[in-house]
């Protein structure tokens, strides 16, 4: 066989996508580097800079000489902080054997898929789902089950949906809430009954991506491992990378049944040996701190949210639900697809991301990437000027097409 670069790699990394959310955050910085005016509302990271405070720990941290490797699944006081916020935030009790750090909340995931997976396991991801959980999990070998959800049911899984997906060969079940990319919080009674369900298949493990919990505009949040008889079922997950705008210290953790901590630590023991040590002093100031710091943040969120709703709700073929929490759009842009623009046709939504990106210079991600072909995500952490300027170009270029 010819040995070119393709088949010299592993096909494990053949058969890997790049994350779409990355791979559009890199083309708009590529051509903002060839002078073009690109509005990149592609990557969820919020555009604050961290926290003062945060970063003061991060300072002590490197002159307290916190730089030799640690305890693989984190420092034992970052440990115990993290149990206590759990506690506080989520009235779930986790002893410190309970938590593994790793370096992003992305990490954690990979561990649990690396430490659960066998070729051919089921895994149900409701749709649409964040781009990197149908890849972790497809790389470890699972069979991705999707459960499709539309924007008239706000983008929410039913019990009954969950009923007659999970079976003997379900392994595993990830969502998020607030969730990446809808924005959809699921509330209580609406965990209540998926776990009615879930309870009946106890060794499936419910993988609860909570990462977005404080970008919530409702007056509630419910964790799924709260349900006392979910508990020993469900792994949460959770970071400092949205809540406290540090997506670039790479720091995230799990609190999980002692045997998949355990399994996790295993597994970044011959990865990683743990997350960044500073990284790890600046997260302890970050959980330990009231929620309250980051009220600010929120409420700048919440501004812009209600400000994109209104524009876009005003534009022919958007049809858009109200996200309760994250900071993303998801509208359904289906009524757009078959319309043209010069000799181009927009046959999809990839079609009018690459369109809005070539005639607006706005970068959207498609709903595709998400497992949901008939929508376009709008990251919305973004000035507001920005933002007002992208509402304007989008507008104008949708106006275009006939
Ligand atoms: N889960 C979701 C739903 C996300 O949107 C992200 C975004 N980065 C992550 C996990 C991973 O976060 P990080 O690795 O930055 O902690
Ligand atoms: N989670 C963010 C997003 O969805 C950051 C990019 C990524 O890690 O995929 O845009």
Redesign the pocket.
Known sequence: MEKTPKNLLSERVNNLSESATIAMARKSRELKAQGIDVISLSL?EPDFNTPDFIKEAAKEGIDQNYSKYMAVNGYEDLRTAICDKFKRDNDVSYNVNQIVVST???QS?ANVALSLINPGDEVIIPAPY?VSYEEIFKMAGAVIVPIETTIENDFKITAEQLKNTINEKTKLMIY?SPC?PSGSVYSKEELRSLADVLVQYSSVVVVS?E??EHINFTDSYFSMAAFDDMYQQVVTVN?V?KSFAM?GW?L?YIGAPEWIAKACTKIQGQFTSGASSISQRAALAAVSSSPNVILPMKEAFLERRNFMLKELRNIKGIKINEPKGAFYLFPDVSELFGQHFDEKTVNNADDLCLFLLEEAKVALVTGNAFGSPNCIRISYAASMEQLKEAVYRIKSAISQLN
């Open positions: 969820g992003g909340a992305k995931i964040w998020s990446n991506d990462i977005y970071g990378s997506t790479r995230g």
